[in-house]
Each structure stands twice: as structure tokens, then as C-alpha cells.
């Protein structure tokens, strides 16, 4: 860190030669990049001191928190070691063996791995997986994958094409071919007047038509997170997904599930698809793995798929250069033993998940906030205009989405030591999950602090 650059000054490095992802770098130019400098537990710190709650652990990723110790000296003890070495040439590291061996115990059912460096590079895995495995079970017909409208699978040209967010595909002449989207199960969208779980069921029957249109013999796969994320937090009714498996299993379609952000605890299981009752046939997992520590990401090969592409499938012609990484395995397994030793996963499934769940609903009464839903450490609310509405609504009038109003939310939140962030009007968090119950209510006080600066 170069102490003797002004804010200022780093600001203005920042706009001449930084083009952020996902960012008009014009726009950021004129008021400068807010830079974060060091982070402790859930609290991280800009470089003018202020601290801040990370209500949203990084980008979804730093499950234990800041500030563990034990994950820099796993990576400087494999640094010093042995920094590189690569998996592809009948070569390999004992950190990504033990690795693959550790995540194939917290995976019954899925004794192999693939590595990436990424969860983007995890899905074009995917697909390439997918379509080998069928190849060799001698239907390479089945080459076509179903995912979902509002789904984030990624920002590589396999990763948005199988994501569903319009914006990306226009701008990237998205999606390649052999990729088809159904509707997401989200009730506020599609459900009005509506219970629920018939929402539920309905919304899975739209994979079925879509399986249907398509000729079943032409479809290799279905995927979609267990509760979508960067799409806004969308959990779907309990009926969603066990008749998406039922459906895929009447078909002989394989169901994926992105796992990389519910995979390691996020709802409060070690997989998503656990908490959510059903058993995919591929797990795309990264961000929890590390925590964000280090980049890492993959896929997690259930035995049906696993036992085909070895027992038959000859070379897989497919790798990165850090599939694998020693040092990424290193601290993933440095980072699986503190969420095990400290027993993250049953806390946020017993403890502190019931807590966030009862605080957001607690919200409902606050007259910005409709739809406050959580489910294990991810939640979301939508700020209305006004409760009530049509019979046949949602229950709130929304705002004109002109007016922006979750990005002045945001704003607020960011001005006030909150990290929440707004797609449209859904606010949204996923805390770390090494959050102690206090911490709990002071992410849910300072959500309810920040709701009243915006209305
Ligand atoms: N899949 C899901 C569900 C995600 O949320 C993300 C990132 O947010 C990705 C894939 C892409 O992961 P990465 O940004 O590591 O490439």
C-alpha cells in the first residue's frame, strides 16, 4: 500500500486506468471509487476510517469473516512450499488431493471434482461436462441446457449465456446456442392471487412445456441456483424444486445446481440443494470455499455423471491453468475447518438464521417494506410505494423504477455503515456467517435506520 497517495490521488489512478466490472466508469469518475483499505470480523473500513457492516459478506463470499489469520498463514506456508504447480500432466499437489477428497465427505453422492478458479469457469465447465457426459452415454443430442430468466450463472460467454439477465445478453450478443430459459418462480412476478405452493408447482410445470417444445431427447440439462442471488434474492416456494426434480427425473434430465453462493452454510446447510430437498446430479460451488481468501471454484460430480466420464469418457479436453491451485486448496481447506470447527453451518441453520428470518419479518411493519423474506443468511425485502393495491397484485404499489429508489436506499445504507445492496427496488443482504447474534441485530437495526432516511 503506497501510504503517501492522497484519496484523492489514488481516486483519480483509479478512473484513468481501472475499468470496474459491472460499473459505468464514466459516471464513478465524477464522484471517485470509495476505496476500502482493511476489514476485521463484518466490519470493513474505508481508507478515511469510517467502518462499515458488510451486510453483504464481499460479494457474497467471505463466510468466516475478516481478519482470519490462519487462513494468510495456510497460504503463506504453501506459497513458501510449493506456489504453483499445475494438475494436467499426470502431475498433482497434495493440497488439491486432500481438497477434492474433503468436499467429495461433505458431498454424499458426489465422489469427484472438477477444479476452476472461478464460479463463471465452473459453469462453462458445466456445459462441457454436460455435453461429454451425454456424448458418451450415446445421446450427443442432449446438448441443450434449460436455465432461468433473472438466474446469474456468471459473466464468461458460457456463464451469462446460461445466466438470464437480459442486460448482459444485449450486450454481449448472448445467449450461444443451445441454451433455452423458462421463467423464475418468483412469486411478486408471476404469482398474484396465488397460494404459494400451487405458485410453486406452477412455476416448475413452465420447465416441463419448455422440455415439451424442445423434444426431450434434445435436452442434456437443467439449471438454476437453489435460491437465486444476484437476481435478488428470489427464494422459491417449498414445492419449487421437488417437482423441478421430479420433472427432470421423468425425462432423464440432469439437474445442476449453481451452488456458488448457497453452497458452504449460506442457508444454513452445506449445500443449498439440501435445504432446498432436492439432489442434483452437478454442484457448481466457489466464493464460500475460500471465503473470498483466494480464487477457487468448481464443480462437484455426482456418481452417475462421474462414473460415465471416467469409466468410459477417455481424455476430458478440458482444464485451466489453475485447476487446482496448491495454494487456493490450501486455504480452502484451512477455511472448511474453521466453518466446521466453529460449527457455522448449524449456527446459521439454528440460531442466528431464525434471528435474521424473525428481524426481516418484523420489517413488514415499516410503511417502505413489503415481501421481507429470509432463509438461512440471505434475505430480501421490496421497497413499495405504498401497501395494498389491486386485489389481483402483489399486496404493495410499487415505485415508478424510473425514480431508482433501492440504488438511493443503497446510497443511504453505504453513507450510514451498511453494505446492502439493491436490485431494483429488492434490498438485499447475505451477511458473513460467523455473525453472533448481536451482530444480528445491529445489521437489522441499521436496515431499519437506513429505510427511515429513505422514505
Ligand atoms: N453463479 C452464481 C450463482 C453466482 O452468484 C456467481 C457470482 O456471483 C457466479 C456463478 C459467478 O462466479 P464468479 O464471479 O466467481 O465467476
Same mark, same amino acid.
Given at each position: 500500500?503506497?501510504?503517501?497517495?492522497?484519496?484523492?490521488?489514488?481516486?483519480?489512478?483509479?478512473?484513468?486506468?481501472?475499468?470496474?466490472?459491472?460499473?459505468?466508469?464514466?459516471?464513478?469518475?465524477?464522484?471517485?471509487?470509495?476505496?476500502?483499505?482493511? /476489514?476485521?470480523?463484518?466490519?470493513?473500513?474505508?481508507?478515511?476510517?469510517?467502518?462499515?457492516?458488510?451486510?453483504?459478506?464481499?460479494?457474497?463470499?467471505?463466510?468466516?469473516?475478516?481478519?482470519?489469520?490462519?487462513?494468510?498463514?495456510?497460504?503463506?506456508?504453501?506459497?513458501?512450499?510449493?506456489?504453483?504447480?499445475?494438475?494436467?500432466?499426470?502431475?498433482?499437489?497434495? #493440497?488439491?488431493?486432500?481438497?477434492?477428497?474433503?468436499?467429495?465427505?461433505?458431498?454424499?453422492?458426489?465422489?469427484?471434482?472438477?477444479?476452476? *478458479?472461478? !464460479?463463471?469457469?465452473?459453469?462453462?465447465?458445466?456445459?462441457?461436462?454436460?455435453?461429454?457426459?451425454?456424448?458418451?452415454?450415446?445421446?450427443?443430442?442432449?446438448?441443450?441446457?434449460?436455465?432461468?430468466?433473472?438466474?446469474?450463472?456468471?459473466?464468461?460467454?458460457?456463464?451469462?449465456?446460461?445466466?438470464? +439477465?437480459?442486460?448482459?445478453?444485449?450486450?454481449?450478443?448472448?445467449?450461444? &446456442? !443451445?441454451?433455452?430459459?423458462?421463467?423464475? &418462480?418468483?412469486?411478486?412476478?408471476?404469482?398474484?392471487?396465488?397460494?404459494?405452493?400451487?405458485?410453486?408447482?406452477?412455476?416448475?410445470?413452465?420447465?416441463?412445456?419448455?422440455?415439451?417444445?424442445?423434444? &426431450?431427447?434434445?435436452? !442434456?440439462?437443467?439449471?438454476?441456483?437453489?435460491?437465486?442471488?444476484?437476481?435478488?434474492?428470489?427464494?422459491?416456494?417449498?414445492?419449487?424444486?421437488?417437482?423441478?426434480?421430479?420433472?427432470?427425473?421423468?425425462?432423464?434430465?440432469?439437474?445442476? /445446481?449453481?451452488?456458488?453462493?448457497?453452497?458452504?452454510?449460506?442457508?444454513?446447510?452445506?449445500?443449498?440443494? @439440501?435445504?432446498?430437498?432436492?439432489?442434483?446430479?452437478? +454442484?457448481?460451488?466457489?466464493?464460500?470455499?475460500?471465503?473470498?481468501?483466494?480464487?477457487?471454484? *468448481?464443480?462437484?460430480?455426482?456418481?452417475?455423471?462421474?462414473?460415465?466420464?471416467?469409466?468410459?469418457?477417455?481424455?476430458?479436453?478440458?482444464?485451466?491453468?489453475?485447476? *487446482?491451485?496448491?495454494?487456493?486448496? /490450501?486455504?480452502?481447506?484451512?477455511?472448511?475447518?474453521?466453518?466446521?470447527?466453529?460449527?457455522?453451518? @448449524?449456527?446459521?441453520?439454528?440460531?442466528?438464521?431464525?434471528?435474521?428470518?424473525?428481524?426481516?419479518?418484523?420489517?413488514?411493519?415499516?410503511?417502505?417494506?413489503?415481501?421481507?423474506?429470509?432463509?438461512?443468511?440471505?434475505? *430480501?425485502?421490496?421497497?413499495?410505494?405504498?401497501?395494498?393495491?389491486?386485489?389481483?397484485?402483489?399486496?404493495?404499489?410499487?415505485?415508478? &423504477?424510473?425514480?431508482?429508489?433501492? $440504488?438511493?436506499?443503497? @446510497?443511504?445504507?453505504?453513507?450510514?455503515?451498511?453494505?446492502?445492496?439493491?436490485?431494483?427496488?429488492? $434490498?438485499?443482504?447475505? #451477511? #458473513?456467517?460467523?455473525?453472533?447474534?448481536?451482530?444480528?441485530?445491529?445489521?437489522?437495526?441499521?436496515?431499519?435506520?437506513?429505510?427511515?432516511?429513505?422514505?
Amino acid at each position: 500500500m503506497n501510504a503517501s497517495l492522497s484519496t484523492r490521488e489514488l481516486q483519480a489512478l483509479d478512473s484513468a486506468h481501472f475499468i470496474h466490472p459491472f460499473t459505468d466508469t464514466k459516471a464513478l469518475a465524477a464522484k471517485g471509487a470509495r476505496i476500502i483499505s482493511k /476489514a476485521e470480523g463484518i466490519w470493513i473500513t474505508d481508507r478515511e476510517g469510517h467502518r462499515i457492516l458488510d451486510g453483504m459478506s464481499g460479494l457474497w463470499c467471505v463466510n468466516v469473516g475478516y481478519g482470519r489469520t490462519e487462513l494468510a498463514d495456510a497460504a503463506h506456508r504453501q506459497m513458501a512450499e510449493l506456489p504453483y504447480y499445475n494438475s494436467f500432466f499426470q502431475t498433482t499437489t497434495e #493440497p488439491s488431493i486432500l481438497l477434492a477428497a474433503k468436499l467429495a465427505e461433505l458431498s454424499p453422492g458426489f465422489s469427484r471434482v472438477f477444479f476452476s *478458479g472461478s !464460479g463463471s469457469e465452473g459453469n462453462d465447465t458445466v456445459l462441457r461436462l454436460v455435453r461429454h457426459y451425454w456424448s458418451v452415454m450415446g445421446q450427443p443430442k442432449r446438448s441443450t441446457i434449460i436455465s432461468r430468466w433473472n438466474a446469474y450463472h456468471g459473466s464468461t460467454v458460457a456463464g451469462a449465456s446460461l445466466g438470464g +439477465m437480459k442486460y448482459m445478453h444485449e450486450q454481449g450478443g448472448l445467449p450461444i &446456442p !443451445g441454451i433455452a430459459h423458462i421463467d423464475q &418462480p418468483y412469486w411478486v412476478e408471476h404469482g398474484h392471487g396465488m397460494d404459494r405452493e400451487a405458485f410453486g408447482k406452477l412455476a416448475a410445470s413452465w420447465l416441463e412445456d419448455k422440455i415439451l417444445e424442445l423434444g &426431450p431427447e434434445n435436452v !442434456g440439462a437443467f439449471i438454476g441456483e437453489p435460491v437465486q442471488g444476484a437476481g435478488g434474492v428470489i427464494i422459491p416456494p417449498a414445492s419449487y424444486w421437488t417437482e423441478i426434480e421430479r420433472i427432470c427425473r421423468k425425462y432423464d434430465i440432469l439437474i445442476v /445446481a449453481d451452488e456458488v453462493i448457497c453452497g458452504f452454510g449460506r442457508l444454513g446447510s452445506w449445500w443449498g440443494s @439440501q435445504r432446498m430437498g432436492f439432489k442434483p446430479d452437478l +454442484m457448481t460451488f466457489a466464493k464460500g470455499v475460500t471465503s473470498g481468501y483466494f480464487p477457487l471454484g *468448481g464443480v462437484m460430480v455426482g456418481d452417475r455423471v462421474g462414473e460415465a466420464i471416467v469409466e468410459k469418457g477417455g481424455e476430458f479436453e478440458h482444464g485451466y491453468t489453475y485447476s *487446482g491451485h496448491p495454494v487456493a486448496c /490450501a486455504v480452502a481447506l484451512a477455511n472448511l475447518d474453521i466453518i466446521e470447527r466453529e460449527g457455522l453451518v @448449524q449456527r446459521v441453520a439454528e440460531v442466528t438464521g431464525p434471528r435474521l428470518r424473525k428481524g426481516f419479518a418484523a420489517l413488514a411493519d415499516h410503511p417502505l417494506v413489503a415481501e421481507p423474506e429470509a432463509l438461512g443468511f440471505v434475505a *430480501g425485502l421490496v421497497l413499495a410505494k405504498e401497501k395494498g393495491g389491486p386485489a389481483d397484485g402483489p399486496g404493495f404499489v410499487p415505485f415508478a &423504477p424510473e425514480l431508482g429508489v433501492g $440504488m438511493v436506499c443503497r @446510497q443511504h445504507c453505504f453513507d450510514n455503515g451498511l453494505v446492502m445492496r439493491a436490485v431494483g427496488d429488492r $434490498m438485499i443482504v447475505a #451477511p #458473513p456467517l460467523c455473525m453472533t447474534e448481536d451482530e444480528v441485530d445491529e445489521l437489522l437495526r441499521r436496515i431499519r435506520y437506513c429505510l427511515d432516511r429513505t422514505y
